[in-house]
């Protein structure tokens, strides 16, 4: 069984950065593809980025291509998402997930979820 937890959201300016982390327990995270997702008020929520369960292989959602970069340390049982030049519509519950192995990486299956973490953009 794997446990995932959400960590480093919080509130920050427009165009500044912050670092979300994903720590697993329970489980070896090697064995999963990870992925973020997020929620806004009021809208569904859509797949951010995607990294495969060794860290060579990643995605992007169009809206933070460029901005956003996923990363994992498989020895820390961890994935990251470091957020540049964050904008207003960033502001989300940033969700990740995991995916056994034998799943197709950045599918729609996920085995495991996180509870969540909030990240504020203030317009």
């Known amino acids: 069984q794997l446990q995932l937890v959400e960590s480093g959201g919080g509130l920050v300016q427009p165009g500044g950065s912050l670092r979300v982390s994903c720590a697993s327990s329970?489980?070896?995270?090697?064995?999963?593809?990870v992925a973020w997702f997020r929620q806004a008020p009021g809208k569904e929520r859509e797949g951010v980025s995607c990294?495969?369960?060794?860290?060579?292989?990643?995605n992007y959602a169009d809206s933070v291509k460029g901005r956003f970069t996923v990363s994992r340390d498989n020895d820390k049982n961890t994935v990251y998402l470091q957020m540049n030049s964050l904008k207003p519509e960033d502001t989300a519950v940033y969700y990740c997930?995991?995916?056994?192995?034998?799943?197709?990486?950045?599918?729609?299956?996920?085995?495991?979820w996180g509870q969540g973490i909030q990240v504020t953009v203030p317009s």
């Open positions: 997930a995991a995916a056994s192995f034998y799943r197709t990486w950045c599918g729609s299956e996920y085995d495991y």
């Open positions: 329970g489980a070896k995270l090697r064995n999963y593809h």
């Open positions: 990294i495969n369960s060794s860290g060579g292989s990643t």
